[in-house]
Each structure stands twice: as structure tokens, then as C-alpha cells.
């Protein structure tokens, strides 16, 4: 029963995308149903979200009408964030959100593995010494033998031209994973999982005028080439899939990657890189894919369409209904089992069938008790009875919530009291971190949510209803609805909190030229709790008053404790943690309008550093780019750092300070008047520091530099790699702080990105740094003498660096807070 249980739930989780509450349109009823006789599944594999070529799944999934899916190998926790200040698992978190977000509106479906973003790779071979090969080829198969496609689609080429160790990597493994998923003897231990060996019929490369602009003449003459036009119109839709794909890359917000919306011819290139069956005259598909072999149902469908008058209602809902039991009759078959779902939402909304469950609040505890009204409203005249609920994710198991056998009428709400008794084990977190990660893979198993998005992970129950006698079963969440003022009506899903949390805003904690501290915490118990509470200090240091092994906690209340440290010594990191007879979590909510509330729990554990660190007491005025928090790290370190607004950047604003340091993608997130610029450029010629931290070329219209200065591409991966002084006596090396190697250990992801290039004289490079067998780099810090002060670049990765608590990183930018530069006219 397991083994069934879980693919089960793998195609549950497969429910049509954007099928929530919103109501469809008729012509949109219309454009599902057409899909229905078409036997076809396509995967789209590639490395990130963003990656996808949104363009070929729009029109994959509506024109062509296959089931088609992206298989991103990672969720991006690597990257930038251009919303917000959340990095790592977090922005992994986000932008897995994200990808569901653009697939509600392309039509696609979203497949992960296990790997962890760990930041930019040069080449494949680099990547592979972090990744876990074998595990993520064996996610990779697992999703091909799940859904059993016909094509596979990637993104990249498997040479390694110049791009992400990880794009180049994603095609490699792509082709593995083509040819093990026909072979019994490549991952046996997935056949007790209720899948079986597939056989992907063609693999094809999307090549991209982006990367060969002479593409169009190269595919003309090689017969390994194919061209789809993927500008088409849909009548149906309103809208041409190019449109439709501009609207679905807009979804990943937290990249800046709003995009126009194209209409008009737009033609994809796929190379045919090995195929198992011949392939016939110009279109790539017509061999792999094609209608249903069911003459009866195929003229059914044919003929079927939604009518608006409602007169032939009976007949065009039997006829779904039928098709419905054809395509469960074939359920083995993974196409046909997503099919059956789509036919329920088909159904559903064509009845305008809304089914709610919603709370009194947002928040709830771990192992509450929870009332809910369950609400049902059938907005068409249909024969429909109420049949039965059962619990469902988070709700206890063995709780049979409510069974009757109402007749639901047209247009009247139907409403029942239910209780819902929560699993004492499940807290509102996302499924893929619960076992948390190693440096490139998370450590939870292909079988146990690691493939999946695990975005529906919210408490919800399934509702069964009979429609013309047939049983149709629905997943319905619990939902807070709620009015805001400016957005209107709100559903959030309900989110329940773990037993007890350790409230703490950041979780590295950092000790500054001293050998003992207090650190205070708060703990809040969400459940009343009295038993083994246990505190585990490790590092070189020691707790004057270690906690007891007992604790007890009311409900609802938060309770303080006070530790002290003692001999703490620079540079040596340690870590406190805490365990309890319940599970105890840190705790923080991401919130954005594009993707909403999502929690995010995390074990108890704060990291501990202790620095040597020498100030001179600067005034600092900090302008924010995209989301870092350097700022806030630097004032954790005793330094006096104020954040300022992009309005502040004037000679009256800046007069206070004595240092500037512009964020991360500064000038390419914030529109920096050339009046305000000039008030930068004046401040440096009074005296003043100004420091740029790293930005993009695309899109840097400013002359941000008071000396001619390019952005380049450099970047160094390796956050190990020797830094090199070029001039041993250069003052930001020294003073305040002596600089030495020991500076440059414990760096994590990378050392910088975006590196200055096409700099005058009137810069000099501070390092040399390069990754293995690569050419030296000299611009990740350029420093200019300007008037009385000192304009700086530099692509260090800070923003990195100081959350993670890296003494050396603070060490060094506390230099170039404090340089004191010789001055030029």
C-alpha cells in the first residue's frame, strides 16, 4: 500500500496547473477539454529556475495540448535576490514558489532534484566534484520513469561552451538519464516505488539564437536540426504563447526577470541529439506523440463543447463523466492518470463547484484543535450530493471528519461545522529542507519529497462529492480568508506552528574583541510544555550558567534566558544549540504579493564567532541595492552605520557621514538621478569614502565612476582561491587591521562576480585571483584617490561573507571603511 501511496501522490500533486478557485472561462473550459484526446508528454530539463524556455512550454502545453514538464535541477538557492534580503535555502524557497507561479500560467508542471545551488560553477567537471552524480541521475530517472515522456527537451548543449558548470552539467546528466531509464539494472530500488523501466523515444537540444546567431542558416542545412514556430495564436486563450510566456518569466521576480510580451512569428530550434524511433518529414513530435487509440471516446470528444446556455448541459456532462472512467480505466498508464484529474477539474469548474475550508486565523500550533466551515456553493442546476471528507495532510490520519449524503442545490451556499484534529507531527515547513543539507544536496530522499515542489505541503482534507453517481474527489486546503483594504479578498493558506520556537533575527552571532559576552534568547511556546530542555555549546569557549535539563513553558508565552559566555577566543567559530521533548524550530515568514506567505523553519542551532577587529569610528551611510543586509552586519560589529534612502544623496543628505557604501546592483536596481550622482562624486572630492559594491553591465547606464571604469564578467568561483597582494604595503592590507592569509580562510560560495575591467591609471587593483587553471584577475577591488577622498569598486562577495560571520571579510571592508587615501587633483 505504501508503494502505491506514494506514486498516488506524485500524480494528486499533479493537478492542473492554476486550477485552485479561480474560475475559469468558458473558452478556457473549452481550450482544457481540446487537450483531453491528445497522447503526449515532453520534459523540459535544465539546471535553475529561469533556465526554462518559457516560450516552449506555453506553446508545448496549449498549442501541441502534451502534458509537459520542467525538471529543474536545482531551486536557485545560489543566486541574487533583487526583492529582498533572503539568501541560500531561503531564496531557494522563494524561487521554487516562483517556478509554480510561472507554470500556473504557462500550463507546465514543476519536477526538482535534490541538488543545492551552491553558487556558479565554470565548468561541468567542477560541478560534479560537489553534486552527488549518481543521486541526482537517479532523481532524473525516477521523474522519467514517473511520468514516462515521450520527448525529452534541454535546455543546454552537453559541450561545454561557455556557461554554467551547472547549464552543461543538466544536458550531461539529461542524456544518462535518457538512456538509464530503459535499463532494469540503473536504479532497481525505484521499481518497489510503482514505476517501471521507460524508454524515451527522442532527446533533443533547444538550441538558441542567443548563444549562434548564425542558428537559422545552420539548421537550414542539417537535417539533425527541426524549427517550431512557438508564436502562434490560441483564439480559445485570447493571447499567442509568446505573450503567454512573457507572463510566466515575469514570475521570477526575485531574479529582475519582468519580460516583454512578443506577439508575432518566434521560431525555437531543437537538434535531435538520439532518438529510438525514426522521425518522418518536419515535425519533430508526429512520431512520439499523437491522439488516444479510443475511436469511440475520440468522436465523444470531438464533438464535445462547452455550451454557456447551459441547454445541452446533461448530455455534455455525461459525456465527461464517461471520459472520465476511460481514463481511470487506463490509469497505469501516467498520461492517462493525469488526464482523469484533469477531467475532474474540467468538470468541477464547469459547474462552477466551489469547495472552501477556512479558519477563524492564520496561525495555528503544532497538534491544535482546529474549527473550520466547510462551504460548497454549485452555481449550475446538476445532480450533486455530498458524500463524505477525510483528513488529509497535517490532519490526524485516523480522524473520519464528516459523511452525509446532501443533495446540493443550485446556487445556495452549503455549510458545515467540522473539527480538525492536526497531526501532533506536522508543522508548516517546506518538505524538501526537513532533513536539512550537506554543500551541494539536500538531504531528504527522491521518495520522500525531494523531487517535488512540496509548495502544496499545507493542511488540507479531501472532499468527495457525487456528480451523476460518479464519485469525484477534490484536495482542499485550509484557507484564512480575509479582506485587506488595498488587495481585496485574501485565502492564505493556515499555517501551523511548531510546539516551540527560538526567536532570533539573524542566525550567526558575532562577539568583537572581547573573551566574554551575554547572549539573551527568547524562546515562545506555542503549546504548553514542561520536560528535557537541553542546551549544546561547541567551540573553544564555555557557559558560566549552562541551562538546566528541565524547563516548563505556558502556552502562549515567551520566556527569556540569559547566557554567558566565557573564553572566547578571534577566529574560532563554535555553535549553540537546543533540544527539546517537542520540536523546537527557529522560525521566519517570507512574504511577497506575487508568490504569498510561506514559513520557514529551520533547526535551533546559532553560530558563533568571535573577531579582532580595529575601527576608527567612522560615520557611515549605507544605500541598499538589491536586498543585501551588509549593513545591519556592520552595525552587529560595533560599527556606526546608518541605512539611508536613495533621496539622501545629496550634498545636505551626505553631510553627516564620512563613508558611503552603495549595495549590491546599486545602480541597476535604483534609478540614481545625474544630479544625485553628482553629490556622490562632490562627497568623495570632500573627503569621503565611497565604496561600490559589485554591479552588472546590463542595464548601467551611469557613469558611476569619477575615472573611466567597465564592468566586467570576471568572477572567481573557488572561495578557497589564493588572493594575491599586489602591493604587500597597500594600506587597506594594513591598518587598521594587518591582513594575512588567515584573513582569506573560511569564505563561503565564492570569492566575487563582476569584476572591474577597462580601468585607467587612475585605479590600482588591490589582488590577483584567479580559480584553478584559469588566468589571473586583477579587478575584484580597484581603489582611486579623488579630490581629498577615495572612490572604491570592488566585486567581493560581502554581501555573502558577513551573514555567514567570515572574521577576514569584516576585517577587510573595515579597511576600506577606515582607508585614509593620499588625495589627488
Same mark, same amino acid.
Given at each position: 500500500?505504501?508503494?502505491?501511496?506514494?506514486?498516488?501522490?506524485?500524480?494528486?500533486?499533479?493537478?492542473?496547473? #492554476?486550477?485552485?478557485?479561480?474560475?475559469?472561462?468558458?473558452?478556457?473550459?473549452?481550450?482544457?477539454?481540446?487537450?483531453?484526446?491528445?497522447?503526449?508528454?515532453?520534459?523540459?530539463?535544465?539546471?535553475?529556475?529561469?533556465?526554462?524556455?518559457?516560450?516552449?512550454?506555453?506553446?508545448?502545453?496549449?498549442?501541441?495540448?502534451?502534458?509537459?514538464?520542467?525538471?529543474?535541477?536545482?531551486?536557485?538557492?545560489?543566486?541574487?535576490?533583487?526583492?529582498?534580503?533572503?539568501?541560500?535555502?531561503?531564496?531557494?524557497?522563494?524561487?521554487?514558489?516562483?517556478?509554480?507561479?510561472?507554470?500556473?500560467?504557462?500550463?507546465?508542471?514543476?519536477?526538482?532534484?535534490?541538488?543545492?545551488?551552491?553558487?556558479?560553477?565554470?565548468?561541468?567537471?567542477?560541478?560534479?566534484?560537489?553534486?552527488?552524480?549518481?543521486?541526482?541521475?537517479?532523481?532524473?530517472?525516477?521523474?522519467?520513469?514517473?511520468?514516462?515522456?515521450?520527448?525529452?527537451?534541454?535546455?543546454?548543449?552537453?559541450?561545454?561552451?561557455?556557461?554554467?558548470?551547472?547549464?552543461?552539467?543538466?544536458?550531461?546528466? =539529461?542524456?544518462?538519464?535518457?538512456?538509464?531509464?530503459?535499463?532494469?539494472?540503473?536504479?532497481?530500488?525505484?521499481?518497489?516505488?510503482?514505476?517501471?523501466?521507460?524508454?524515451?523515444?527522442?532527446?533533443?537540444?533547444?538550441?538558441?539564437?542567443?548563444?549562434?546567431?548564425?542558428?537559422?542558416?545552420?539548421?537550414?542545412?542539417?537535417?539533425?536540426?527541426?524549427?517550431?514556430?512557438?508564436?502562434?495564436?490560441?483564439?480559445?486563450?485570447?493571447?499567442?504563447?509568446?505573450?503567454?510566456?512573457?507572463?510566466?518569466?515575469?514570475?521570477?521576480?526575485?531574479?529582475?526577470?519582468?519580460?516583454?510580451?512578443?506577439?508575432?512569428?518566434?521560431?525555437?530550434?531543437?537538434?535531435?541529439?538520439?532518438?529510438?524511433?525514426?522521425?518522418? #518529414?518536419?515535425?519533430?513530435?508526429?512520431?512520439?506523440?499523437?491522439?488516444?487509440?479510443?475511436?469511440?471516446?475520440?468522436?465523444?470528444?470531438?464533438?464535445?463543447?462547452?455550451?454557456?446556455?447551459?441547454?445541452?448541459?446533461?448530455?455534455?456532462?455525461?459525456?465527461?463523466?464517461?471520459?472520465?472512467?476511460?481514463?481511470?480505466?487506463?490509469?497505469?498508464?501516467?498520461?492517462?492518470?493525469?488526464?482523469?484529474?484533469?477531467?475532474?477539474?474540467?468538470?468541477?469548474?464547469?459547474?462552477?463547484?466551489?469547495?472552501?475550508?477556512?479558519?477563524?486565523?492564520?496561525?495555528?500550533?503544532?497538534?491544535?484543535?482546529?474549527?473550520?466551515?466547510?462551504?460548497?456553493?454549485?452555481?449550475?442546476?446538476?445532480?450533486?450530493?455530498?458524500?463524505?471528507?477525510?483528513?488529509?495532510?497535517?490532519?490526524?490520519?485516523?480522524?473520519?471528519?464528516?459523511?452525509?449524503?446532501?443533495?446540493?442545490?443550485?446556487?445556495?451556499?452549503?455549510?458545515?461545522?467540522?473539527?480538525?484534529?492536526?497531526?501532533?507531527?506536522?508543522?508548516?515547513?517546506?518538505?524538501?529542507?526537513?532533513?536539512?543539507?550537506?554543500?551541494?544536496?539536500?538531504?531528504?530522499?527522491?521518495?520522500?519529497?525531494?523531487?517535488?515542489?512540496?509548495?502544496?505541503?499545507?493542511?488540507?482534507?479531501?472532499?468527495?462529492?457525487?456528480?451523476?453517481?460518479?464519485?469525484?474527489?477534490?484536495?482542499?486546503?485550509?484557507?484564512?480568508?480575509?479582506?485587506?483594504?488595498?488587495?481585496?479578498?485574501?485565502?492564505?493558506?493556515?499555517?501551523?506552528?511548531?510546539?516551540?520556537?527560538?526567536?532570533?533575527?539573524?542566525?550567526?552571532?558575532?562577539?568583537?574583541?572581547?573573551?566574554?559576552?551575554?547572549?539573551?534568547?527568547?524562546?515562545?511556546?506555542?503549546?504548553?510544555?514542561?520536560?528535557?530542555?537541553?542546551?549544546?555549546?561547541?567551540?573553544?569557549?564555555?557557559?558560566?550558567?549552562?541551562?538546566?535539563?528541565?524547563?516548563?513553558?505556558?502556552?502562549?508565552? =515567551?520566556?527569556?534566558?540569559?547566557?554567558?559566555?566565557?573564553?572566547?577566543?578571534?577566529?574560532?567559530?563554535?555553535?549553540?544549540?537546543?533540544?527539546?521533548?517537542?520540536?523546537?524550530?527557529?522560525?521566519?515568514?517570507?512574504?511577497?504579493?506575487?508568490?504569498?506567505?510561506?514559513?520557514?523553519?529551520?533547526?535551533?542551532?546559532?553560530?558563533?564567532?568571535?573577531?579582532?577587529?580595529?575601527?576608527?569610528?567612522?560615520?557611515?551611510?549605507?544605500?541598499?541595492?538589491?536586498?543585501?543586509?551588509?549593513?545591519?552586519?556592520?552595525?552587529?560589529?560595533?560599527?556606526?552605520?546608518?541605512?539611508?534612502?536613495?533621496?539622501?544623496?545629496?550634498?545636505?543628505?551626505?553631510?553627516?557621514?564620512?563613508?558611503?557604501?552603495?549595495?549590491?546592483?546599486?545602480?541597476?536596481?535604483?534609478?540614481?538621478?545625474?544630479?544625485?550622482?553628482?553629490?556622490?562624486?562632490?562627497?568623495?572630492?570632500?573627503?569621503?569614502?565611497?565604496?561600490?559594491?559589485?554591479?552588472?553591465?546590463?542595464?548601467?547606464?551611469?557613469?558611476?565612476?569619477?575615472?573611466?571604469?567597465?564592468?566586467?564578467?570576471?568572477?572567481?568561483?573557488?572561495?578557497?582561491?589564493?588572493?594575491?597582494?599586489?602591493?604587500?604595503?597597500?594600506?587597506?592590507?594594513?591598518?587598521?587591521?594587518?591582513?594575512?592569509?588567515?584573513?582569506?580562510?573560511?569564505?563561503?560560495?565564492?570569492?566575487?562576480?563582476?569584476?572591474?575591467?577597462?580601468?585607467?591609471?587612475?585605479?590600482?587593483?588591490?589582488?590577483?585571483?584567479?580559480?584553478?587553471?584559469?588566468?589571473?584577475?586583477?579587478?575584484?577591488?580597484?581603489?582611486?584617490?579623488?579630490?581629498?577622498?577615495?572612490?572604491?569598486?570592488?566585486?567581493?562577495?560581502?554581501?555573502?561573507?558577513?551573514?555567514?560571520?567570515?572574521?577576514?571579510?569584516?576585517?577587510?571592508?573595515?579597511?576600506?571603511?577606515?582607508?585614509?587615501?593620499?588625495?589627488?587633483?
Amino acid at each position: 500500500m505504501r508503494l502505491k501511496l506514494f506514486v498516488t501522490s506524485c500524480l494528486i500533486f499533479l493537478s492542473l496547473p #492554476g486550477s485552485g478557485q479561480d474560475q475559469w472561462s468558458s473558452s478556457r473550459i473549452q481550450h482544457e477539454i481540446n487537450k483531453l484526446p491528445v497522447k503526449g508528454t515532453v520534459l523540459y530539463i535544465a539546471a535553475h529556475p529561469d533556465d526554462e524556455n518559457t516560450r516552449m512550454i506555453s506553446w508545448l502545453a496549449n498549442e501541441k495540448k502534451f502534458r509537459t514538464a520542467y525538471l529543474s535541477l536545482t531551486r536557485g538557492d545560489g543566486g541574487q535576490n533583487l526583492i529582498g534580503n533572503e539568501l541560500g535555502v531561503k531564496l531557494g524557497i522563494i524561487r521554487t514558489h516562483e517556478l509554480m507561479a510561472a507554470r500556473a500560467i504557462d500550463g507546465g508542471e514543476q519536477y526538482f532534484t535534490r541538488a543545492f545551488d551552491f553558487g556558479y560553477s565554470k565548468t561541468a567537471d567542477e560541478t560534479f566534484t560537489k553534486w552527488d552524480r549518481d543521486s541526482i541521475l537517479s532523481d532524473m530517472v525516477f521523474v522519467i520513469r514517473l511520468l514516462q515522456p515521450d520527448v525529452i527537451i534541454t535546455r543546454f548543449p552537453v559541450d561545454n561552451y561557455q556557461t554554467h558548470g551547472h547549464h552543461t552539467a543538466s544536458a550531461i546528466l =539529461a542524456v544518462e538519464a535518457y538512456e538509464a531509464a530503459a535499463d532494469p539494472k540503473r536504479f532497481p530500488e525505484h521499481f518497489s516505488y510503482g514505476v517501471s523501466t521507460w524508454a524515451v523515444k527522442h532527446i533533443f537540444y533547444n538550441a538558441s539564437t542567443w548563444w549562434n546567431k548564425d542558428l537559422p542558416q545552420l539548421a537550414a542545412n542539417n537535417d539533425s536540426f527541426f524549427s517550431v514556430d512557438v508564436g502562434t495564436y490560441s483564439p480559445l486563450l485570447g493571447t499567442s504563447f509568446t505573450e503567454m510566456a512573457g507572463k510566466s518569466r515575469t514570475m521570477h521576480k526575485s531574479q529582475g526577470f519582468g519580460s516583454s510580451e512578443p506577439a508575432g512569428e518566434a521560431i525555437e530550434y531543437l537538434k535531435l541529439l538520439h532518438t529510438r524511433i525514426p522521425i518522418q #518529414g518536419k515535425d519533430p513530435f508526429a512520431s512520439a506523440c499523437g491522439v488516444i487509440d479510443n475511436k469511440a471516446l475520440l468522436e465523444q470528444l470531438s464533438k464535445l463543447s462547452y455550451n454557456i446556455d447551459n441547454v445541452l448541459f446533461t448530455e455534455y456532462l455525461t459525456k465527461l463523466v464517461n471520459a472520465k472512467k476511460w481514463f481511470e480505466s487506463q490509469s497505469t498508464t501516467p498520461l492517462f492518470a493525469y488526464r482523469a484529474k484533469q477531467v475532474d477539474e474540467i468538470i468541477r469548474q464547469s459547474l462552477g463547484l466551489k469547495i472552501s475550508l477556512n479558519a477563524e486565523k492564520l496561525e495555528f500550533a503544532q497538534g491544535d484543535t482546529i474549527s473550520a466551515k466547510l462551504s460548497i456553493l454549485l452555481r449550475l442546476d446538476a445532480h450533486v450530493e455530498f458524500k463524505a471528507t477525510h483528513a488529509r495532510n497535517g490532519v490526524k490520519r485516523s480522524f473520519h471528519i464528516l459523511e452525509t449524503h446532501d443533495k446540493l442545490q443550485e446556487n445556495k451556499i452549503w455549510e458545515r461545522a467540522i473539527t480538525l484534529h492536526l497531526d501532533p507531527a506536522y508543522f508548516s515547513q517546506m518538505p524538501w529542507i526537513r532533513n536539512g543539507k550537506s554543500e551541494a544536496m539536500f538531504n531528504n530522499s527522491w521518495n520522500d519529497g525531494g523531487i517535488l515542489p512540496g509548495t502544496d505541503d499545507d493542511v488540507s482534507i479531501s472532499v468527495t462529492v457525487s456528480i451523476n453517481g460518479t464519485p469525484f474527489t477534490y484536495t482542499v486546503p485550509l484557507t484564512y480568508t480575509h479582506v485587506d483594504p488595498v488587495k481585496g479578498e485574501l485565502a492564505d493558506p493556515v499555517l501551523i506552528k511548531p510546539a516551540l520556537e527560538l526567536e532570533s533575527g539573524t542566525e550567526n552571532l558575532l562577539f568583537v574583541n572581547t573573551s566574554k559576552t551575554t547572549i539573551p534568547l527568547k524562546f515562545k511556546a506555542n503549546r504548553s510544555y514542561g520536560g528535557p530542555f537541553i542546551m549544546q555549546l561547541e567551540g573553544p569557549f564555555s557557559a558560566k550558567k549552562p541551562f538546566g535539563r528541565d524547563a516548563f513553558f505556558p502556552k502562549d508565552t =515567551a520566556v527569556d534566558f540569559v547566557l554567558e559566555l566565557e573564553n572566547l577566543s578571534p577566529g574560532k567559530p563554535g555553535t549553540l544549540s537546543f533540544r527539546a521533548g517537542l520540536d523546537l524550530r527557529k522560525r521566519s515568514l517570507i512574504e511577497y504579493d506575487h508568490i504569498g506567505i510561506i514559513p520557514h523553519c529551520e533547526p535551533p542551532v546559532l553560530l558563533l564567532n568571535t573577531i579582532s577587529l580595529k575601527q576608527q569610528n567612522r560615520r557611515i551611510a549605507y544605500l541598499q541595492g538589491a536586498g543585501d543586509e551588509v549593513d545591519h552586519y556592520l552595525g552587529l560589529a560595533g560599527y556606526n552605520v546608518t541605512r539611508i534612502s536613495q533621496l539622501d544623496l545629496s550634498a545636505e543628505g551626505l553631510k553627516n557621514y564620512d563613508v558611503l557604501i552603495l549595495g549590491i546592483r546599486s545602480y541597476n536596481t535604483l534609478d540614481i538621478t545625474p544630479d544625485q550622482q553628482k553629490a556622490i562624486f562632490e562627497f568623495v572630492e570632500n573627503g569621503g569614502n565611497v565604496i561600490v559594491q559589485y554591479l552588472t553591465n546590463r542595464g548601467l547606464n551611469m557613469n558611476f565612476s569619477p575615472y573611466p571604469l567597465n564592468i566586467g564578467r570576471g568572477r572567481v568561483t573557488e572561495e578557497n582561491a589564493g588572493m594575491e597582494a599586489i602591493n604587500p604595503s597597500e594600506p587597506v592590507l594594513n591598518f587598521p587591521n594587518k591582513l594575512d592569509t588567515a584573513d582569506f580562510g573560511a569564505w563561503v560560495q565564492e570569492r566575487g562576480l563582476y569584476f572591474a575591467s577597462g580601468y585607467g591609471g587612475n585605479f590600482r587593483p588591490v589582488f590577483r585571483c584567479n580559480d584553478q587553471g584559469e588566468k589571473p584577475l586583477d579587478g575584484i577591488l580597484v581603489i582611486a584617490d579623488y579630490g581629498k577622498g577615495s572612490f572604491m569598486y570592488t566585486g567581493l562577495s560581502f554581501f555573502r561573507q558577513l551573514p555567514a560571520g567570515v572574521p577576514g571579510a569584516y576585517r577587510l571592508l573595515g579597511n576600506l571603511i577606515d582607508y585614509e587615501g593620499t588625495g589627488t587633483n
